[in-house]
């Protein structure tokens, strides 16, 4: 097996990376606070160097040295519109129209060579950026081993692991054997200008040392004779919040988490794993502020399943630190989809880009540097490309003007293939790629839109309400457990045992049985049957005092004979419309009579008016309308004395089941209701309620 090449040559040191990975980031910087090292050499052009050094400035808000190729077609002056952005990558019909290229860097703090630059910057290391500036930059990503385990391995074990898988799958191309003669030309030059006086840290692309330090030791290294974008033509632009992902190497989270770490006085190594961490418990603070009163908590147990999970996913997959789809997998399948939503929000929070940032608006001059060399002076801001003929004066000023405007940024569409600068859309490539990532399609439900559910709102019927089926079948086997439970406990005290003769009646007595083992006497139980039903069943989830908190009192006839006559209190549906006609609430109490009766509506009946709480109301109207003796109360406590006695008038006996005997789980589930505005929107229902 042919091995690795050694990562020096002469006084060159050489760090080969994966861009954008935060890993590679503290490697360099391990090294680089280590060790003073003569000068830096980059594998970026030397055209894109005064924009790059002025957004490393800028930093920690993100931006992208973009510069663009407008001689390959006309300028596609058609607007921006959702149904172009809809297309993805694969409108063939708008790349030709348009013709647009464009390129750029970004500045990532993740990024090995941006953390470079910026230590060499305050390190007043000399900087140099040694790449050939090809016309037509082709970048490629790669499949590389996970590079978490740079950490445990170091860079030159890691290297040699990836390696083999380099050689096999990606061979090189034209473009990558001129840039690669080109760099070692430079390396050359470099290394002989500081032999004495230290080493070069060289950083590039794992793809390109072996080949690199071929040239350098047969003496082939050849400069490219390429121009390169004009000066004018690199510009600078913010990147839109929405479009990190895209730009981003890792999570824009566990980016703001590396920018945090490299700020602060803290000694040990930033470990990206207790950046996953860290999302994990925002997003859980995040969703308990959002959803308080969802269903599906994140509690401990839950999250620890939820990791479980991510581990097996993650080693399916072949890899150490789990990435944002083994997460948002995990969290829809383990606790539910808005917690995925929330934890998707979440590991989108860059705030440096997400609030306005009036320091970007101003760019800072460039920090004088040592024998810096390819000085430039600094380009002008991203410019809009040339419009069309015939187009109006004013228009276009107001419109680069826009363009030129701190808050307008680089976005990306869906594929991240194609990007919207100003009002231009056009190809897009980036002169560091890093390893290759894979779209993957995870289904999840998201909150709609204020202004669609201020329309479904605007037409609420509030005459018109049903419920939805399927919540109804599963409250009333909720019912028929409670008064079997309710029999059950009315006729403990009647429970007796007697010897065994030719039955076991109702199940073997199993203390008193081990009480006479030695006689060898068998006792079994009776339980006789208690006379009466449970005529109404009483759900008490949570007691409403001052009627703020559970709004909607409401009374629903029985459709059909297997259905209870259900009168509740709950939450307003109308301030969580999940679709047209489709409202949440929570139960704050209900009551069930079955079998169902007509019965007038409980929250007008003047005769239930000595309730203190919408509890005790519907306490006292399940003892009025109860057609069985026995009224099941579940509730955290029993009623009050005065109810007790009111029960003993009407001839009726309270069971108390304390709620804490039921499931927690269970009970939050069957505590949201899902009321609809009239039997027609079971039609659609189901593509909503979830």
């Not at 954008?20 to 503290?26: C, H, I, L, M």
């Not at 003569?38 to 040295?65: K, M, Q, T």
């Not at 230590?119 to 490629?140: M, N, Q, S, T």
């Not at 839109?240 to 999570?251: I, K, N, Q, R, T």
Request: glycine share 6%; charged share 25%.
């Amino acid at each position: 097996m042919e091995l690795p090449p050694p990562l020096r040559w002469k006084n060159v040191e050489v760090i080969p990376l994966v861009h954008g990975r935060v890993a590679f980031a503290v490697a360099v910087r391990e090294r680089m606070l280590g060790k003073r090292h003569a000068a830096l050499a980059v594998e970026l052009p030397p055209s894109v160097r005064p924009a790059v050094l002025r957004g490393l400035e800028l930093l920690p808000r993100i931006h992208a040295a973009v510069y663009r190729d407008w001689t390959r077609g006309e300028y596609d002056a058609s607007p921006w519109t959702p149904e172009r952005d809809a297309r993805g990558g694969e409108d063939e019909d708008v790349s030709a129209a348009t013709g647009l290229r464009t390129w750029y860097v970004p500045i990532d703090p993740c990024d090995a060579i941006i953390e470079a630059l910026r230590i060499a910057r305050g390190e007043r290391v000399p900087i140099h950026f040694i790449d050939a500036e090809v016309e037509d930059f082709a970048g490629r990503r790669f499949v590389m081993p996970d590079p978490h385990a740079l950490l445990t391995l170091g860079i030159d074990e890691f290297y040699g692991a990836a390696l083999p898988t380099i050689r096999r799958e990606h061979p090189p191309t034209e473009e990558d054997h001129a840039r690669e003669r080109h760099m070692a030309a430079r390396l050359a030059v470099l290394a002989a200008a500081s032999e004495a006086r230290g080493d070069v840290l060289f950083l590039c692309g794992m793809a390109h040392w072996e080949r690199i330090r071929a040239h350098l030791a047969a003496g082939s290294g050849a400069l490219h004779r390429g121009a390169g974008p004009a000066a004018d033509a690199v510009g600078l632009t913010p990147i839109h919040p929405a479009s990190l992902f895209h730009v981003l190497g890792e999570m824009p989270f566990v980016t703001f988490a590396w920018e945090r770490h490299r700020n602060s006085i803290e000694i040990g190594r930033h470990d990206q794993i207790l950046a996953m961490k860290a999302l994990l418990l925002a997003t859980r603070e995040h969703f308990r502020e959002e959803h308080a009163d969802a269903l599906d908590q994140p509690t401990p147990a839950a999250l620890a399943t939820m990791l479980d999970f991510v581990r097996k996913l993650v080693v399916g997959r072949g890899r150490l630190a789990p990435d944002l789809y083994s997460l948002v997998v995990a969290a829809k399948g383990v606790i539910g989809n808005d917690f995925a939503l929330a934890l998707l929000h979440v590991a989108a929070r860059y705030p440096p880009n997400a609030l306005p940032d009036e320091a970007a608006a101003t760019p800072a001059k460039p920090a004088p540097e040592a024998a810096a060399d390819d000085a430039a002076p600094p380009p002008p801001a991203a410019r809009r490309p040339p419009s069309p003929e015939g187009t109006d004066a004013d228009a276009e000023s107001a419109a680069d003007a826009a363009y030129d405007a701190p808050d307008a940024g680089l976005i990306f569409e869906a594929t991240g293939e194609r990007a919207r600068i100003g009002d231009a859309i056009a190809r897009i490539t980036s002169r560091a790629p890093g390893d290759w990532r894979t779209l993957r399609r995870v289904r999840l439900h998201d909150k709609p839109p204020k202004i669609d559910r201020e329309r479904w709102k605007s037409v609420w019927n509030p005459h018109a309400s049903c419920s939805w089926p399927p919540e109804d079948i599963l409250i009333e086997n909720l019912r028929a457990y409670v008064s079997s439970r309710t029999l059950s406990l009315a006729g403990i005290d009647r429970i007796r045992t007697e010897e065994f003769a030719s039955s076991l009646k109702d199940g073997l007595a199993i203390r008193e049985t081990l009480r006479d083992l030695p006689t060898g006497k068998i006792h079994v139980k009776v339980e006789p049957r208690v006379p009466g039903k449970v005529g109404a069943v009483v759900l008490i989830f949570e007691e409403d005092d001052d009627g703020s908190r559970f709004p909607l009192r409401m009374t629903w006839a029985a459709e059909h004979a297997q259905e209870s006559t259900l009168a509740f209190y709950s939450t307003d549906p109308l301030q969580d419309l999940i679709g047209p006609g489709i409202g949440r609430a929570r139960y704050g109490g209900c009551m069930f009579l079955f079998p169902p009766i007509a019965i007038p509506d409980v929250w007008d009946d003047l005769r239930f008016e000595k309730a203190r709480r919408p509890s005790e109301r519907l306490l006292l109207a399940a003892l009025f309308h109860a057609r069985d003796r026995f009224v099941a109360w579940v509730a955290t406590r029993p009623p009050r004395p005065e109810l007790v006695a009111t029960a003993r008038l009407l001839h009726r006996h309270i069971v108390h089941l304390p709620l804490s005997t039921f499931s927690a789980g269970t009970l939050q589930k069957l505590r949201r209701v899902h009321v609809l505005n009239g039997q027609i929107v079971r039609s659609w229902a189901a593509r909503f309620i979830r």
